[in-house]
Structure formats: structure tokens, C-alpha cells
């Protein structure tokens, strides 16, 4: 089951750089202006706004697809739509017809985050509390490889065989998620409580609203929704800043590319590998609280850096403790995530969570380089390593007031 979720990882994984990163490759290539390569940007939207479908995905999928459940029916049509996008992408000619590729983008980005929904739903009702971390970490082994094939893997393909055969190639490698459907058992069905009825109200109720009001009713959930919100954002604000403090320092493309290499996706991978053992040992609050300072650790690096300019070594250093510590702080995360969600809204609950976490950063992100400008680099880091501080301080809080865990009726909040 393990490693089935390690391919399910893969799956969820290939299709992000063929949104982003390889994409805006293959536009560069074709001479798109860079406007609209920076537009782009907003094909990644449903990543973000999934949460708004997400209810639909908690109701049993259309009729000829029942006989599969509820999950494994609605990620077979979805990922099989995933595919055919790749394959529509492979077919356009940036150069001479730009909407169909940003149509086709939109559509895969759309079963991609759809994809990503019913996935984490699986993985949440498959796998009991003590194994969430172990799935999340094979799920993030499978991740981070696909991105390594869909990213670095398709452009080196590109470059050899031309951008449609290595979108074909890729669309081949997304067939690991339709066989994984198939063979993949189906979780037990939790009813739904509360509303009850029928037609389009009691659905609204059911479905949309009793999610939220599930998850707004526990105690002390505005001080778990603050967590959420907070948690990584020191960690955000410092890597939204990265690339302009490596040009300020002087160090070349090669060398930030050979810093970002091989090395920091094996501590990468060491890292998810962690959070499992971590969890297991001394629970998951304390684990948030561990990889909060570790976060820290990893930002005064960058400090380090700025005092120390463009030295190889220091920079090898902190992207690789960076990389650890981002994927030890985010699979424990995730596993924190994934014990607040019922079970019978497991794909509402958490995506909405999911899409919850990033909003602190994105509102404050656009300041920090007025911020780093303002005060400079060595103070600016300074700042987001102080940025930390507010999750560690939730966290402990909730731990004293839920010392045994946070127990609800269909969830906990949290397991010290």
C-alpha cells in the first residue's frame, strides 16, 4: 500500500511542470513574447481554486462509474482526461496558434488539481492516523520524481526529440495513474451526517456547507485555522526572495543550478523519509514544532550567506538543509492537514485546507521586495526567520490545552 502510494505521488507529480516551469520553457523557445509567457503563470489557478469543485468530488461519481466507489470512480474518467490534455498540449504549434496550448494547459491544470482532490481523499480514508506520515512520505518520493522526469527529464527530451514526442512521452509515463486506479482498493464509505433531504438545498447543505460548519465547530478551530494560515510562512517569504539574493551575491546560473541538483532532491527525499519516523517517535504537534525550527535553521542560512557572498559551499549548504527541512516541515504538515478532515468530506475538508495555507504568503509575498530593498538582506532574513515564530507559538498553545490530543467525533485536530 506503501508504494502504491508512491505511484499515486508520481501521478499527482508529472503534471505540475508541464503547467509551469517546462511550459513557460517551451513558449521561451518559440519566441513568445515575455508578457505572455508571464501570463502564463495563471494557468496554475485550479491548483489554488480547487476547493470550489472539491464538494462534487465528494458525492458518488456518475452512474457507469459507481461500480468503482466513490474514489477510485471519479480518479479513473480524471485521470484518463489527464492524459488526452498532455496529449492535445503535444498536437499545438506555440508559434503559430497560441490559445489551443493555453486552452489545453488550463484543462490539464484543471484534472491535475482535480486529480490532486480525490487522491488526498484516498490517501486520508485508506490509511489509518499512525501510517498518514509514511503514506505522505512515499507519496512525496513519488512527487519529487515526477517533477525531475516532467521538468528537467521532458525539456532534455525536448531538446533531443522535439517538444510534441517528449509531451507524448510524458503523456505515455501519465498511464501509471489510470492502472493505479484500477488496482487500488476502494476505502470504506463514511455517510454523511447532518443535513437531510433532498434536491438542490439539502445537496448545498450536504455537501458544501456541512463541511465547513464540521470543521468551524470543533473546538478552538480559529486558533487551528490561524496555524494553518501561518505556518510556513516564514519559510515562503524567505524563498520568494532566493533567485534575486543569489544575482545580487554574483553567483552564476551553473552554479545555482549545481547547488539545486541531485544532492538537495536526495535530502529532498531524506526529508519525507523523516517526517514518518518523526511523527511515529513523538507525535505530530511536537513534530511541527521540530520542523518549525529547522525552517529557522535553514533561513539563517541565508544570512549566512549574505555575510560570507558568492562562496560555493555556503550555498551548497544551505540548499541542501533547505531542502530538507522544506519537505520535512511539508510532508508533517500535510500529515497535520489530513488528521483535521472528517471522513465523510475528506476531499472538501481538505482541499480547502490545503488552499488556506498558501493565502498568508500570497498576500504578504508581493512586499518582500520593497521589504529587502528597504532594509536589506541580512535584516530581511532577520525578519522571516522572526515570521516563524507565530506557528510555533500556536502550537504549543494548542498543545497545552489539548495535552492529550483534540479528539471529535469523526476527526482529530490534533495528536500530541
Not at 529547522?294 to 542560512?301: K, R
Amino acid at each position: 500500500m506503501i508504494a502504491l502510494m508512491g505511484g499515486f505521488g508520481f501521478a499527482s507529480g508529472l503534471p505540475l511542470f508541464l503547467t509551469f516551469f517546462t511550459l513557460q520553457q517551451w513558449l521561451s523557445e518559440s519566441h513568445i513574447s515575455l508578457r505572455a509567457i508571464g501570463a502564463a503563470a495563471l494557468i496554475g489557478l485550479p491548483y489554488l481554486l480547487k476547493f470550489l469543485w472539491a464538494p462534487l468530488l465528494d458525492r458518488m461519481p456518475p452512474t457507469p462509474l459507481t461500480r468503482l466507489g466513490r474514489r477510485r470512480g471519479w480518479i479513473l474518467p480524471i485521470q484518463a482526461l489527464l492524459t488526452l490534455a498532455i496529449v492535445l498540449m503535444a498536437d499545438c504549434q506555440p508559434a503559430r496558434a497560441l490559445w489551443p496550448l493555453v486552452c489545453a494547459a488550463v484543462a490539464l491544470a484543471f484534472f491535475s488539481a482535480s486529480q490532486d482532490i480525490v487522491i488526498d481523499a484516498w490517501r486520508i480514508e485508506t490509511f489509518p492516523g499512525r501510517l498518514q506520515a509514511a503514506a505522505l512520505g512515499a507519496y512525496t518520493w513519488g512527487y519529487r520524481i515526477a517533477m525531475l522526469c516532467s521538468g528537467a527529464g521532458a525539456i532534455w527530451l525536448a531538446a533531443k526529440i522535439g517538444w510534441h514526442l517528449s509531451l507524448l512521452a510524458m503523456a505515455a509515463l501519465s498511464l501509471i495513474g489510470p492502472f493505479l486506479a484500477l488496482i487500488a482498493p476502494e476505502p470504506a464509505l463514511v455517510p454523511a451526517h447532518g443535513a437531510t433531504g433532498s434536491g438542490w438545498r439539502h445537496a448545498l447543505r450536504a455537501r458544501v456547507l456541512e463541511p465547513f460548519r464540521d470543521l468551524l465547530g470543533r473546538p478552538d478551530a480559529w486558533m487551528v485555522i490561524a496555524f494553518v494560515l501561518v505556518f510556513n510562512l516564514g519559510t515562503q517569504l524567505a524563498d520568494t526572495m532566493a533567485y534575486p539574493l543569489y544575482r545580487a551575491l554574483g553567483f552564476a546560473p551553473t552554479a545555482v543550478a549545481a547547488a539545486n541538483g541531485i544532492p538537495s532532491l536526495c535530502a529532498a527525499l531524506a526529508g519525507a523519509a523523516a517526517s514518518g519516523v518523526l511523527v511515529a517517535r513523538i507525535g505530530i504537534g511536537r513534530s511541527l514544532i521540530l520542523c518549525a525550527v529547522v525552517q529557522m535553521c535553514s533561513i539563517l542560512l541565508y544570512v549566512a550567506l549574505v555575510r560570507s557572498g558568492p562562496v560555493f559551499a555556503m550555498l551548497f549548504a544551505k540548499v541542501t538543509l533547505e531542502g530538507f527541512a522544506e519537505v520535512l516541515a511539508a510532508t508533517t504538515f500535510a500529515t497535520y492537514l489530513s488528521r483535521l478532515c472528517s471522513l465523510e468530506y475528506t476531499a472538501t475538508q481538505y482541499a480547502l485546507l490545503s488552499s488556506l495555507a498558501p493565502v498568508a504568503w500570497r498576500t504578504l509575498g508581493g512586499t518582500t521586495g520593497f521589504l529587502a530593498q528597504g532594509v536589506g538582506w541580512t535584516s530581511f532574513y532577520l525578519l522571516t526567520v522572526g515570521a516563524c515564530l507565530p506557528g510555533i507559538l500556536i502550537m504549543v498553545l494548542l498543545l497545552r490545552r489539548h495535552p492529550g490530543g483534540l479528539p471529535s467525533k469523526r476527526a482529530h485536530i490534533i495528536a500530541a
